[in-house]
């Protein structure tokens, strides 16, 4: 089951539709997959490294402001699996999911045994990435932990603008580019905004790269197999001004699941159909969706009955 369900009408909209976090969490806890996509980020990050983490020496004090940040919002809304012990500039932090504690002293890089970033990144499922807040150079992606990417890198990525990095999907820089940079620009401390973005893969796999887009291209979905084997994912994406430094916090929290186990209704395969068929055919290819269009419209029309 996921936790949100995007489609809220039947007609495709090109918006951001962010809303202000409010009381909820900037990190969540899936426990049923905590250990398994925990682990599958140390194997990513051990085999590659540069390809999922990447970060230089003068970003270090916007990722302590990352460990900060995240550790307190964690061990508040998570106290059951984690605890945080400060005294001073000297951090405990316990993590009972993964029967691990750490002691580090806040703000000394050396007493972590990796960055910041890359340390914080590993207890928690979303990926985390780090813009400069700086409007003047266009808030460049500077920072990231980004093992779970949907059909990105971060060699792609790292140093491009806001702007720049949104530069291949279509229609976004008609329609959202202006109002986006204002929302980063007029982002506040301590009022965090978030939002969820979707889309429909034909493979399960989390770290979806470039490197993998072959898989996509060779799955055959047809009307007897898509509710199986198409997926929908969602991505629960929090965007924060960080405390001390200004930067731009982006985290991203990604769940799937196969259409059969979300379309509980006929009005929920008549909302995803209307959004899909209304949706530019320039967009549809950016997410993959051209590729099993109409096995997908058979099987949500066989649904919406």
Not at 66 to 71: D, N, Q, S, W
Not at 229 to 250: A, D, K, M, N, Y
Request: aromatic share 10%; with cysteine.
């Amino acid at each position: 089951m996921l936790p949100y369900f995007p489609f809220v009408d039947d007609t495709f909209k090109m918006l951001m539709g962010v809303t202000a976090l409010h009381d909820r969490g900037l990190i969540e806890v899936d426990s049923e997959r905590y250990q398994e996509e925990i682990a599958l980020k140390q194997a990513l990050l051990a085999d590659v490294y540069d390809q999922y983490f990447q970060a230089s020496l003068e970003t270090e004090p916007a990722q302590w402001d990352v460990v900060e940040l995240l550790l307190q919002d964690m061990a508040a809304r998570y106290p059951h699996y984690f605890e945080l012990i400060i005294d001073g500039k000297q951090w405990t932090w316990r993590n009972r999911l993964l029967n691990d504690e750490t002691r580090f002293i806040l703000g000394e890089s050396a007493s972590l045994p990796l960055p910041p970033l890359d340390w914080v990144g590993r207890q928690m499922q979303e990926d985390l990435l780090i813009l400069s807040g700086n409007a003047a150079d266009e808030m460049p992606l500077v920072a990231g932990q980004l093992c779970f990417p949907n059909g990105w890198c971060l060699d792609d990525k790292m140093g491009k603008s806001f702007l720049g990095i949104h530069h291949e999907v279509p229609l976004f820089a008609h329609y959202l580019g202006r109002s986006s940079s204002l929302l980063l620009e007029r982002l506040k401390p301590e009022r965090p905004v978030w939002r969820v973005n979707w889309s429909l893969k034909a493979t399960p796999r989390l770290n979806l790269t470039p490197h993998f887009f072959s898989e996509e291209q060779e799955a055959h979905l047809i009307l007897e197999n898509i509710g199986t084997r198409c997926f929908l994912r969602l991505e629960r994406q929090t965007l924060s001004r960080l405390p001390r430094t200004g930067c731009i916090l982006f985290t991203i929290h990604t769940y799937q699941a196969p259409l059969d186990t979300v379309i509980e209704s006929a009005d929920v395969a008549r909302r995803i159909a209307g959004v899909v068929r209304t949706m530019p055919e320039e967009m549809q290819r950016y997410k993959g969706i051209a590729l099993f269009l109409d096995p997908l419209l058979a099987y949500l029309a066989a649904k919406e009955i």
